[in-house]
Protein backbone atom coordinates (compact mmCIF):
# COMPACT_ATOMS: atom_id res chain seq x y z
CA UNK A 1 0.00 0.00 0.00
CA UNK A 2 1.35 3.10 -0.58
CA UNK A 3 0.79 5.67 2.48
CA UNK A 4 0.25 8.75 0.77
CA UNK A 5 -3.38 6.83 -0.36
CA UNK A 6 -4.04 6.14 2.96
CA UNK A 7 -7.72 6.69 2.72
CA UNK A 8 -7.97 8.64 6.31
CA UNK A 9 -11.59 8.78 7.24
CA UNK A 10 -13.05 12.82 7.50
CA UNK A 11 -10.08 14.77 6.64
CA UNK A 12 -9.36 12.80 3.29
CA UNK A 13 -10.49 15.90 1.65
CA UNK A 14 -8.09 18.01 3.49
CA UNK A 15 -5.37 16.59 2.92
CA UNK A 16 -3.06 19.27 1.37
CA UNK A 17 -4.95 22.11 3.37
CA UNK A 18 -2.24 24.41 5.55
CA UNK A 19 -5.46 24.76 7.73
CA UNK A 20 -4.51 24.15 11.57
CA UNK A 21 -6.82 20.98 12.44
CA UNK A 22 -5.48 20.55 15.76
CA UNK A 23 -3.79 22.42 18.58
CA UNK A 24 -3.43 22.35 22.41
CA UNK A 25 -1.68 24.39 25.12
CA UNK A 26 1.38 24.27 23.53
CA UNK A 27 1.45 22.55 19.68
CA UNK A 28 -0.37 22.74 16.58
CA UNK A 29 -1.11 20.54 13.45
CA UNK A 30 -2.26 21.74 10.52
CA UNK A 31 -4.50 19.14 7.83
CA UNK A 32 -1.11 18.44 6.19
CA UNK A 33 0.47 17.44 9.16
CA UNK A 34 -1.84 15.49 10.51
CA UNK A 35 -2.36 13.66 7.62
CA UNK A 36 1.59 12.84 7.78
CA UNK A 37 1.19 12.13 11.30
CA UNK A 38 -1.23 9.45 10.63
CA UNK A 39 0.82 8.08 7.58
CA UNK A 40 4.10 7.54 9.45
CA UNK A 41 2.13 6.16 12.36
CA UNK A 42 0.57 3.89 10.09
CA UNK A 43 3.71 2.52 8.47
CA UNK A 44 5.12 2.48 12.15
CA UNK A 45 2.31 -0.18 13.54
CA UNK A 46 2.34 -1.75 10.62
CA UNK A 47 5.60 -3.19 11.30
CA UNK A 48 4.39 -4.18 14.61
CA UNK A 49 0.94 -5.74 14.01
CA UNK A 50 0.96 -7.94 11.18
CA UNK A 51 -2.57 -9.53 11.79
CA UNK A 52 -5.59 -8.49 9.59
CA UNK A 53 -8.33 -6.08 11.84
CA UNK A 54 -6.82 -6.75 15.17
CA UNK A 55 -8.91 -5.97 18.05
CA UNK A 56 -7.21 -2.75 20.14
CA UNK A 57 -7.49 -1.35 22.88
CA UNK A 58 -6.88 2.31 22.31
CA UNK A 59 -6.64 4.69 26.02
CA UNK A 60 -7.95 8.09 24.40
CA UNK A 61 -7.24 11.44 25.95
CA UNK A 62 -7.94 15.04 24.81
CA UNK A 63 -4.41 15.80 22.70
CA UNK A 64 -3.22 15.62 19.43
CA UNK A 65 -1.39 12.51 19.97
CA UNK A 66 -4.43 10.69 20.85
CA UNK A 67 -6.05 12.05 17.85
CA UNK A 68 -3.20 11.02 15.50
CA UNK A 69 -4.13 7.42 17.11
CA UNK A 70 -7.33 7.21 16.36
CA UNK A 71 -7.26 8.27 12.85
CA UNK A 72 -4.67 5.70 12.52
CA UNK A 73 -6.19 2.94 13.88
CA UNK A 74 -9.61 3.81 11.64
CA UNK A 75 -7.50 4.29 8.44
CA UNK A 76 -5.94 0.72 9.05
CA UNK A 77 -9.40 -1.37 9.97
CA UNK A 78 -8.29 -1.73 12.91
CA UNK A 79 -11.13 -2.93 15.34
CA UNK A 80 -10.97 -0.22 18.45
CA UNK A 81 -12.22 0.06 21.63
CA UNK A 82 -12.03 3.45 22.85
CA UNK A 83 -11.68 4.15 26.64
CA UNK A 84 -11.19 7.00 28.98
CA UNK A 85 -7.41 6.53 30.14
CA UNK A 86 -9.09 7.65 33.60
CA UNK A 87 -10.13 4.26 34.15
CA UNK A 88 -9.20 1.80 36.80
CA UNK A 89 -6.74 -0.33 36.22
CA UNK A 90 -9.60 -3.36 37.42
CA UNK A 91 -12.03 -1.81 34.81
CA UNK A 92 -8.83 -1.77 31.61
CA UNK A 93 -8.29 -5.50 32.85
CA UNK A 94 -12.38 -6.51 33.00
CA UNK A 95 -12.29 -5.34 28.97
CA UNK A 96 -8.85 -6.79 28.94
CA UNK A 97 -10.18 -10.30 30.16
CA UNK A 98 -13.70 -9.64 27.98
CA UNK A 99 -12.41 -8.85 24.56
CA UNK A 100 -9.20 -10.63 24.77
CA UNK A 101 -7.01 -7.47 22.25
CA UNK A 102 -4.70 -7.60 20.23
CA UNK A 103 -3.18 -4.82 21.56
CA UNK A 104 -3.43 -1.95 23.76
CA UNK A 105 -2.86 1.97 21.90
CA UNK A 106 -1.74 4.58 24.08
CA UNK A 107 0.20 7.87 23.48
CA UNK A 108 1.22 7.16 19.94
CA UNK A 109 2.21 3.78 21.18
CA UNK A 110 1.51 0.33 20.37
CA UNK A 111 2.23 -2.77 22.13
CA UNK A 112 0.93 -6.10 20.66
CA UNK A 113 -0.73 -8.51 23.59
CA UNK A 114 -0.75 -11.89 21.45
CA UNK A 115 -1.75 -12.71 17.49
CA UNK A 116 -4.14 -14.57 17.61
CA UNK A 117 -7.08 -13.55 15.37
CA UNK A 118 -10.21 -12.36 16.78
CA UNK A 119 -13.27 -12.89 14.14
CA UNK A 120 -15.06 -9.58 13.88
CA UNK A 121 -18.35 -8.73 11.48
CA UNK A 122 -16.83 -6.87 8.76
CA UNK A 123 -18.77 -3.75 9.78
CA UNK A 124 -17.43 -3.49 12.93
CA UNK A 125 -15.25 -1.01 13.34
CA UNK A 126 -15.34 1.36 17.39
CA UNK A 127 -16.32 -0.05 20.95
CA UNK A 128 -17.68 2.70 22.97
CA UNK A 129 -17.82 1.82 26.72
CA UNK A 130 -21.82 2.53 28.41
CA UNK A 131 -20.53 3.26 31.51
CA UNK A 132 -17.85 6.62 30.78
CA UNK A 133 -14.86 5.80 33.58
CA UNK A 134 -17.38 3.45 35.43
CA UNK A 135 -16.61 -0.10 34.98
CA UNK A 136 -16.53 -2.12 32.94
CA UNK A 137 -20.26 -2.10 31.15
CA UNK A 138 -21.13 -3.76 27.78
CA UNK A 139 -19.94 -2.10 24.80
CA UNK A 140 -21.89 -0.21 22.07
CA UNK A 141 -20.61 -1.67 18.59
CA UNK A 142 -20.62 1.18 15.84
CA UNK A 143 -19.59 1.12 12.11
CA UNK A 144 -17.82 3.13 9.65
CA UNK A 145 -21.10 3.78 8.27
CA UNK A 146 -22.67 4.50 11.69
CA UNK A 147 -20.27 7.37 12.41
CA UNK A 148 -19.94 9.22 8.82
CA UNK A 149 -23.92 9.33 9.08
CA UNK A 150 -23.98 10.40 12.33
CA UNK A 151 -21.20 13.06 11.47
CA UNK A 152 -22.87 14.26 7.89
CA UNK A 153 -26.28 14.28 10.22
CA UNK A 154 -24.73 16.94 12.30
CA UNK A 155 -23.05 18.72 9.82
CA UNK A 156 -26.52 19.32 8.54
CA UNK A 157 -28.07 21.33 11.21
CA UNK A 158 -24.69 22.96 13.19
CA UNK A 159 -23.22 25.88 11.56
CA UNK A 160 -19.47 24.54 11.88
CA UNK A 161 -17.53 26.47 8.80
CA UNK A 162 -13.79 25.70 7.64
CA UNK A 163 -12.80 28.71 9.79
CA UNK A 164 -14.50 27.56 13.22
CA UNK A 165 -11.80 26.75 16.43
CA UNK A 166 -14.18 24.69 18.45
CA UNK A 167 -13.07 24.05 22.41
CA UNK A 168 -12.81 20.38 22.73
CA UNK A 169 -13.68 20.07 26.32
CA UNK A 170 -15.73 16.35 26.66
CA UNK A 171 -13.82 13.30 26.59
CA UNK A 172 -12.98 11.52 23.48
CA UNK A 173 -13.85 8.79 24.68
CA UNK A 174 -17.51 9.80 25.18
CA UNK A 175 -20.51 9.64 22.21
CA UNK A 176 -21.09 13.33 22.18
CA UNK A 177 -16.91 14.48 22.50
CA UNK A 178 -16.10 12.04 20.01
CA UNK A 179 -18.97 13.57 17.35
CA UNK A 180 -17.18 17.04 18.07
CA UNK A 181 -13.81 15.68 16.95
CA UNK A 182 -15.75 14.24 14.18
CA UNK A 183 -17.92 16.99 12.65
CA UNK A 184 -15.02 19.28 13.15
CA UNK A 185 -12.55 17.13 11.01
CA UNK A 186 -14.88 16.87 8.44
CA UNK A 187 -15.44 20.34 8.03
CA UNK A 188 -11.77 21.16 8.15
CA UNK A 189 -12.19 23.33 11.26
CA UNK A 190 -9.81 23.56 13.53
CA UNK A 191 -10.14 21.32 16.94
CA UNK A 192 -8.79 22.78 20.44
CA UNK A 193 -7.41 20.70 23.43
CA UNK A 194 -6.40 22.34 27.06
CA UNK A 195 -5.41 20.99 30.05
CA UNK A 196 -7.06 23.72 31.88
CA UNK A 197 -10.58 23.61 33.28
CA UNK A 198 -12.97 26.55 33.29
CA UNK A 199 -11.76 27.58 36.69
CA UNK A 200 -8.25 28.41 35.23
CA UNK A 201 -8.13 31.58 34.10
CA UNK A 202 -5.62 30.46 31.32
CA UNK A 203 -9.32 29.05 30.39
CA UNK A 204 -11.12 31.58 29.52
CA UNK A 205 -7.93 33.35 28.04
CA UNK A 206 -7.97 30.83 25.67
CA UNK A 207 -11.44 31.50 25.07
CA UNK A 208 -11.07 35.16 24.03
CA UNK A 209 -7.54 35.03 22.11
CA UNK A 210 -8.39 31.88 20.13
CA UNK A 211 -10.49 32.71 19.83
CA UNK A 212 -13.15 30.11 20.32
CA UNK A 213 -15.71 30.21 18.03
CA UNK A 214 -18.09 27.47 20.44
CA UNK A 215 -18.84 25.26 22.38
CA UNK A 216 -20.09 21.66 23.77
CA UNK A 217 -20.86 20.80 26.87
CA UNK A 218 -22.90 18.30 29.43
CA UNK A 219 -25.46 20.09 32.44
CA UNK A 220 -22.86 20.19 34.93
CA UNK A 221 -20.26 22.05 32.25
CA UNK A 222 -23.06 24.42 32.13
CA UNK A 223 -23.79 24.65 35.40
CA UNK A 224 -20.22 25.83 36.26
CA UNK A 225 -20.20 28.64 32.91
CA UNK A 226 -23.60 29.75 35.09
CA UNK A 227 -21.88 30.01 38.15
CA UNK A 228 -18.64 31.88 36.48
CA UNK A 229 -21.40 34.84 35.26
CA UNK A 230 -20.83 33.27 31.57
CA UNK A 231 -24.02 35.10 30.55
CA UNK A 232 -22.30 38.18 31.51
CA UNK A 233 -19.24 37.82 29.55
CA UNK A 234 -18.24 39.14 26.61
CA UNK A 235 -17.33 36.61 24.17
CA UNK A 236 -17.78 37.99 20.46
CA UNK A 237 -16.37 35.53 18.75
CA UNK A 238 -18.13 33.43 20.22
CA UNK A 239 -20.97 32.50 17.53
CA UNK A 240 -22.48 29.37 19.62
CA UNK A 241 -22.65 26.54 21.78
CA UNK A 242 -24.26 23.07 22.19
CA UNK A 243 -25.68 21.12 24.96
CA UNK A 244 -26.14 17.64 25.69
CA UNK A 245 -26.04 14.70 27.84
CA UNK A 246 -29.03 15.08 29.98
CA UNK A 247 -31.56 17.45 31.07
CA UNK A 248 -30.64 20.59 31.69
CA UNK A 249 -32.60 22.36 34.60
CA UNK A 250 -35.40 24.52 33.02
CA UNK A 251 -34.04 27.96 34.62
CA UNK A 252 -30.37 27.54 33.09
CA UNK A 253 -31.37 26.23 29.69
CA UNK A 254 -33.78 30.18 29.50
CA UNK A 255 -30.84 32.00 30.99
CA UNK A 256 -28.64 30.43 28.34
CA UNK A 257 -30.95 30.95 25.73
CA UNK A 258 -32.08 35.04 26.92
CA UNK A 259 -27.74 34.93 26.77
CA UNK A 260 -27.36 33.55 23.36
CA UNK A 261 -30.75 35.73 21.97
CA UNK A 262 -28.85 39.29 23.66
CA UNK A 263 -25.58 38.91 22.08
CA UNK A 264 -26.54 37.09 18.84
CA UNK A 265 -25.37 33.73 19.12
CA UNK A 266 -27.01 30.08 18.94
CA UNK A 267 -27.90 27.90 21.55
CA UNK A 268 -28.57 24.07 21.05
CA UNK A 269 -29.98 22.54 22.98
CA UNK A 270 -29.71 17.99 21.65
CA UNK A 271 -30.49 14.76 22.55
CA UNK A 272 -28.72 11.68 21.62
CA UNK A 273 -27.33 7.94 22.97
CA UNK A 274 -23.88 6.20 22.47
CA UNK A 275 -26.80 3.94 20.74
CA UNK A 276 -27.04 6.06 18.27
CA UNK A 277 -23.70 7.13 17.83
CA UNK A 278 -24.15 10.43 19.40
CA UNK A 279 -26.95 12.30 17.69
CA UNK A 280 -30.71 11.67 17.51
CA UNK A 281 -32.28 15.53 18.04
CA UNK A 282 -31.94 18.61 18.23
CA UNK A 283 -34.38 21.70 18.82
CA UNK A 284 -34.17 24.70 16.38
CA UNK A 285 -32.04 27.51 18.56
CA UNK A 286 -35.29 30.17 17.83
CA UNK A 287 -37.68 27.36 19.81
CA UNK A 288 -35.57 27.19 22.87
CA UNK A 289 -37.17 30.09 24.93
CA UNK A 290 -40.85 28.77 23.88
CA UNK A 291 -39.64 25.19 24.59
CA UNK A 292 -36.73 25.05 27.40
CA UNK A 293 -37.31 21.25 27.91
CA UNK A 294 -37.90 20.27 24.40
CA UNK A 295 -35.52 18.23 22.99
CA UNK A 296 -36.60 19.23 19.18
CA UNK A 297 -37.11 16.79 16.39
CA UNK A 298 -34.49 13.87 15.05
CA UNK A 299 -31.81 14.90 13.08
CA UNK A 300 -31.62 14.36 8.92
CA UNK A 301 -32.04 10.82 8.05
CA UNK A 302 -33.36 9.89 11.78
CA UNK A 303 -36.95 8.95 12.84
CA UNK A 304 -38.98 8.82 15.88
CA UNK A 305 -41.88 6.79 17.41
CA UNK A 306 -43.75 6.48 20.67
CA UNK A 307 -44.91 3.51 22.12
CA UNK A 308 -46.99 2.79 24.49
CA UNK A 309 -47.22 -0.88 25.17
CA UNK A 310 -48.70 -2.53 21.67
CA UNK A 311 -50.53 1.16 20.77
CA UNK A 312 -47.84 2.58 18.51
CA UNK A 313 -49.54 5.86 17.41
CA UNK A 314 -49.46 7.67 20.61
CA UNK A 315 -48.27 10.93 22.25
CA UNK A 316 -46.83 9.56 25.23
CA UNK A 317 -44.66 6.54 25.53
CA UNK A 318 -40.93 5.24 25.36
CA UNK A 319 -39.13 7.01 22.39
CA UNK A 320 -37.58 4.81 19.30
CA UNK A 321 -35.14 5.88 16.94
CA UNK A 322 -34.68 4.79 13.28
CA UNK A 323 -31.10 5.92 11.41
CA UNK A 324 -28.46 5.36 10.13
CA UNK A 325 -26.60 6.30 13.24
CA UNK A 326 -28.15 3.37 15.14
CA UNK A 327 -25.27 0.89 16.40
CA UNK A 328 -24.54 -3.16 15.17
CA UNK A 329 -25.32 -4.41 18.98
CA UNK A 330 -24.00 -4.45 22.15
CA UNK A 331 -20.80 -6.06 23.03
CA UNK A 332 -20.03 -7.82 26.52
CA UNK A 333 -17.72 -10.79 25.29
CA UNK A 334 -15.49 -11.37 22.36
CA UNK A 335 -17.91 -13.64 21.27
CA UNK A 336 -20.18 -10.86 20.81
CA UNK A 337 -17.62 -9.64 17.79
CA UNK A 338 -18.80 -12.18 15.52
CA UNK A 339 -21.65 -11.01 13.91
CA UNK A 340 -24.16 -8.39 14.49
CA UNK A 341 -28.02 -8.17 13.59
CA UNK A 342 -28.88 -4.72 14.33
CA UNK A 343 -32.45 -3.91 15.13
CA UNK A 344 -34.00 -1.30 13.26
CA UNK A 345 -35.82 0.64 15.73
CA UNK A 346 -33.73 1.51 18.77
CA UNK A 347 -35.69 1.68 22.17
CA UNK A 348 -34.32 4.65 23.68
CA UNK A 349 -35.59 3.81 27.23
CA UNK A 350 -36.71 7.31 27.69
CA UNK A 351 -40.17 8.61 28.16
CA UNK A 352 -41.41 11.05 25.93
CA UNK A 353 -44.59 13.18 24.48
CA UNK A 354 -44.90 14.75 21.46
CA UNK A 355 -46.51 18.24 20.81
CA UNK A 356 -48.33 19.38 17.43
CA UNK A 357 -45.51 20.53 15.96
CA UNK A 358 -43.55 18.12 15.91
CA UNK A 359 -40.75 18.83 19.07
CA UNK A 360 -40.50 16.03 21.36
CA UNK A 361 -40.18 16.50 25.09
CA UNK A 362 -38.55 13.62 27.44
CA UNK A 363 -40.44 12.82 30.61
CA UNK A 364 -39.26 10.42 32.43
CA UNK A 365 -37.03 6.94 32.27
CA UNK A 366 -38.10 3.47 31.58
CA UNK A 367 -34.76 2.25 32.14
CA UNK A 368 -32.89 1.65 35.25
CA UNK A 369 -30.49 4.48 34.03
CA UNK A 370 -29.09 7.86 35.32
CA UNK A 371 -26.31 10.30 34.00
CA UNK A 372 -23.62 11.18 36.06
CA UNK A 373 -21.73 14.21 35.09
CA UNK A 374 -23.21 13.62 30.83
CA UNK A 375 -22.42 9.90 31.74
CA UNK A 376 -24.88 6.68 31.38
CA UNK A 377 -24.44 5.06 33.93
CA UNK A 378 -26.44 1.56 34.74
CA UNK A 379 -27.61 1.07 38.46
CA UNK A 380 -28.08 -2.76 37.86
CA UNK A 381 -24.24 -2.98 37.08
CA UNK A 382 -23.41 -0.15 39.62
CA UNK A 383 -25.55 -2.75 41.96
CA UNK A 384 -23.70 -5.58 40.90
CA UNK A 385 -20.54 -3.65 41.98
CA UNK A 386 -22.02 -2.82 45.33
CA UNK A 387 -22.81 -6.27 45.94
CA UNK A 388 -19.24 -7.48 45.40
CA UNK A 389 -18.21 -4.77 47.90
CA UNK A 390 -20.01 -5.51 50.68
CA UNK A 391 -19.29 -9.95 50.24
CA UNK A 392 -15.84 -8.95 50.51
CA UNK A 393 -16.29 -6.82 53.42
CA UNK A 394 -18.71 -9.91 55.01
CA UNK A 395 -21.73 -7.76 55.01
CA UNK A 396 -24.48 -9.87 54.59
CA UNK A 397 -27.57 -8.10 54.48
CA UNK A 398 -30.15 -7.33 51.48
CA UNK A 399 -28.88 -4.43 49.72
CA UNK A 400 -29.05 -2.61 46.06
CA UNK A 401 -28.63 0.30 44.06
CA UNK A 402 -30.89 3.40 43.08
CA UNK A 403 -29.89 6.82 41.99
CA UNK A 404 -30.87 9.99 40.38
CA UNK A 405 -29.15 11.93 38.01
CA UNK A 406 -25.76 13.08 39.40
CA UNK A 407 -26.30 10.87 42.72
CA UNK A 408 -25.88 7.12 43.29
CA UNK A 409 -27.77 5.79 46.52
CA UNK A 410 -26.52 2.27 48.09
CA UNK A 411 -28.71 1.79 50.33
CA UNK A 412 -28.03 -1.48 52.81
CA UNK A 413 -30.59 -3.04 55.15
CA UNK A 414 -29.42 -4.08 58.43
CA UNK A 415 -27.00 -2.47 60.67
CA UNK A 416 -23.71 -0.87 59.82
CA UNK A 417 -21.37 0.58 62.34
CA UNK A 418 -19.63 3.49 61.55
CA UNK A 419 -16.46 1.80 60.58
CA UNK A 420 -17.72 -0.68 58.60
CA UNK A 421 -20.09 2.75 56.60
CA UNK A 422 -16.45 4.28 55.79
CA UNK A 423 -15.26 1.38 54.44
CA UNK A 424 -17.90 0.59 52.33
CA UNK A 425 -18.07 4.05 51.08
CA UNK A 426 -14.45 4.22 50.11
CA UNK A 427 -14.46 0.92 48.16
CA UNK A 428 -17.15 2.18 46.40
CA UNK A 429 -15.96 4.92 45.70
CA UNK A 430 -12.72 3.20 44.40
CA UNK A 431 -14.39 0.76 42.17
CA UNK A 432 -16.70 2.98 40.60
CA UNK A 433 -13.80 5.53 39.97
CA UNK A 434 -16.47 8.26 41.13
CA UNK A 435 -15.99 10.73 43.86
CA UNK A 436 -17.84 10.77 47.21
CA UNK A 437 -20.06 13.27 46.53
CA UNK A 438 -21.70 11.74 44.05
CA UNK A 439 -22.37 8.69 46.78
CA UNK A 440 -24.43 8.12 49.88
CA UNK A 441 -24.92 5.45 51.80
CA UNK A 442 -28.40 4.46 52.99
CA UNK A 443 -29.29 1.86 55.78
CA UNK A 444 -32.98 1.13 56.36
CA UNK A 445 -34.78 -2.09 58.20
CA UNK A 446 -35.76 -3.62 54.86
CA UNK A 447 -35.70 -3.16 51.75
CA UNK A 448 -39.67 -3.25 49.64
CA UNK A 449 -40.01 -5.82 47.85
CA UNK A 450 -42.58 -6.55 44.70
CA UNK A 451 -45.10 -9.49 44.29
CA UNK A 452 -42.47 -11.68 42.69
CA UNK A 453 -40.12 -11.09 45.30
CA UNK A 454 -37.88 -8.65 43.50
CA UNK A 455 -36.64 -5.04 44.96
CA UNK A 456 -39.30 -2.56 44.65
CA UNK A 457 -36.90 0.16 43.11
CA UNK A 458 -40.06 2.50 42.67
CA UNK A 459 -41.41 2.26 46.25
CA UNK A 460 -37.81 2.31 47.50
CA UNK A 461 -37.16 5.78 45.62
CA UNK A 462 -40.13 7.40 47.00
CA UNK A 463 -39.28 6.12 50.53
CA UNK A 464 -35.54 7.59 50.58
CA UNK A 465 -36.67 10.92 48.61
CA UNK A 466 -39.55 11.60 51.12
CA UNK A 467 -37.17 10.95 53.85
CA UNK A 468 -34.57 13.59 52.48
CA UNK A 469 -37.24 16.05 52.70
CA UNK B 1 -19.02 29.90 65.25
CA UNK B 2 -16.31 32.74 63.94
CA UNK B 3 -15.74 33.55 60.15
CA UNK B 4 -13.11 30.87 60.24
CA UNK B 5 -14.83 27.89 61.82
CA UNK B 6 -17.39 29.08 59.13
CA UNK B 7 -14.46 28.92 56.14
CA UNK B 8 -13.48 25.82 57.65
CA UNK B 9 -17.12 24.03 57.73
CA UNK B 10 -18.03 25.71 54.15
CA UNK B 11 -14.94 23.79 52.65
CA UNK B 12 -14.80 20.93 54.71
CA UNK B 13 -18.95 20.44 53.58
CA UNK B 14 -17.73 21.04 49.96
CA UNK B 15 -15.05 19.22 49.82
CA UNK B 16 -16.03 16.32 51.39
CA UNK B 17 -13.37 16.20 53.68
CA UNK B 18 -12.89 16.67 57.23
CA UNK B 19 -12.19 20.21 59.03
CA UNK B 20 -8.98 19.24 60.10
CA UNK B 21 -7.46 19.21 56.33
CA UNK B 22 -8.38 22.52 55.52
CA UNK B 23 -5.46 24.72 55.83
CA UNK B 24 -4.26 27.65 54.38
CA UNK B 25 -2.13 25.74 52.54
CA UNK B 26 -4.97 23.68 50.64
CA UNK B 27 -4.84 24.06 46.78
CA UNK B 28 -7.42 23.25 43.78
CA UNK B 29 -7.02 20.66 42.09
CA UNK B 30 -3.78 18.98 44.69
CA UNK B 31 -5.99 16.68 46.36
CA UNK B 32 -8.71 14.54 44.18
CA UNK B 33 -12.01 15.89 46.28
CA UNK B 34 -10.90 19.52 45.08
CA UNK B 35 -11.93 19.21 41.68
CA UNK B 36 -13.38 21.39 39.07
CA UNK B 37 -17.01 20.09 40.05
CA UNK B 38 -16.28 20.51 44.06
CA UNK B 39 -14.99 23.99 43.23
CA UNK B 40 -18.31 24.69 42.11
CA UNK B 41 -20.20 23.27 44.96
CA UNK B 42 -17.58 25.27 47.02
CA UNK B 43 -18.20 28.49 46.06
CA UNK B 44 -22.17 27.54 45.73
CA UNK B 45 -21.61 26.66 49.39
CA UNK B 46 -18.90 30.23 50.05
CA UNK B 47 -22.22 32.24 48.90
CA UNK B 48 -24.50 30.96 50.48
CA UNK B 49 -22.76 30.77 54.14
CA UNK B 50 -21.03 34.16 53.86
CA UNK B 51 -23.84 35.88 51.61
CA UNK B 52 -22.00 37.29 48.67
CA UNK B 53 -22.49 36.84 45.57
CA UNK B 54 -18.35 36.52 43.78
CA UNK B 55 -16.92 38.21 40.61
CA UNK B 56 -16.03 35.70 37.69
CA UNK B 57 -12.49 36.68 37.92
CA UNK B 58 -12.56 36.05 42.08
CA UNK B 59 -14.25 32.38 41.68
CA UNK B 60 -11.39 31.60 39.20
CA UNK B 61 -8.56 33.29 41.86
CA UNK B 62 -9.73 31.45 44.73
CA UNK B 63 -7.25 28.37 44.17
CA UNK B 64 -6.31 28.12 48.56
CA UNK B 65 -7.93 28.33 51.25
CA UNK B 66 -5.84 31.47 52.04
CA UNK B 67 -6.70 33.09 48.62
CA UNK B 68 -10.67 32.31 49.67
CA UNK B 69 -10.21 34.63 53.14
CA UNK B 70 -8.54 37.58 51.05
CA UNK B 71 -10.93 37.45 48.14
CA UNK B 72 -13.85 36.97 50.69
CA UNK B 73 -12.29 39.88 52.74
CA UNK B 74 -12.87 41.96 49.58
CA UNK B 75 -16.84 41.16 50.01
CA UNK B 76 -16.20 42.61 53.67
CA UNK B 77 -15.99 39.33 55.75
CA UNK B 78 -13.15 39.66 58.19
CA UNK B 79 -11.44 36.79 59.31
CA UNK B 80 -9.11 37.30 62.68
Known sequence: MSYAELAIPFIK????????????DTDSLTYRELSEAVERRAQNWQQIVTLHRPLVMMLI????????????????????????????????????QALTPNAVIGDGTVTLLHNEPLPTDARLSLLLSTSGSTGAGKCVALSQHNLMANCDAILAYLPIVAEDITLATLPLSYSYGLSVLHTHLKAGAAICFTRHSVFDKAFWELVKNRPVTSLAGVPSFYEMLLRLRFTRMALP?????????????????????????????????????????ARMAYLAPEKVLEKPQSIGQPIAGGEFKLVDGLASECTEGEL???????MLGYVASVSDLQAFEPSEWLA?????VCDEEGDYTIIGRNKRMIKLAGERINLDVVEQL?????????????????GTDDKIIAVYAGFLADGSRQNVLAALVKSLALPKRNLQLNVIDALPLLDNGKIDYAQLNKRLAARED | MDTQQQLQQAFSDALGIPPEKVTDGLTYNTIPEWDSTAHMVLIAELENVFDVMLDTDDIIDMSSVAQAKLILQKYDVTFV
Open chain 1, 13 to 24: AHRQSERVALMD
Open chain 1, 386 to 402: YLKELAVLNLTSPACVI
Open chain 1, 348 to 352: TGDLA
Open chain 1, 61 to 96: DNSITSVVDYLTALSLDYVVLLLNPACSLVTREQYS
Open chain 1, 320 to 326: YYRGDNV
Open chain 1, 237 to 277: ALRYFTQAGGKLAEAHVTGLAEYAKQTDKAFYVMYGQTEAT
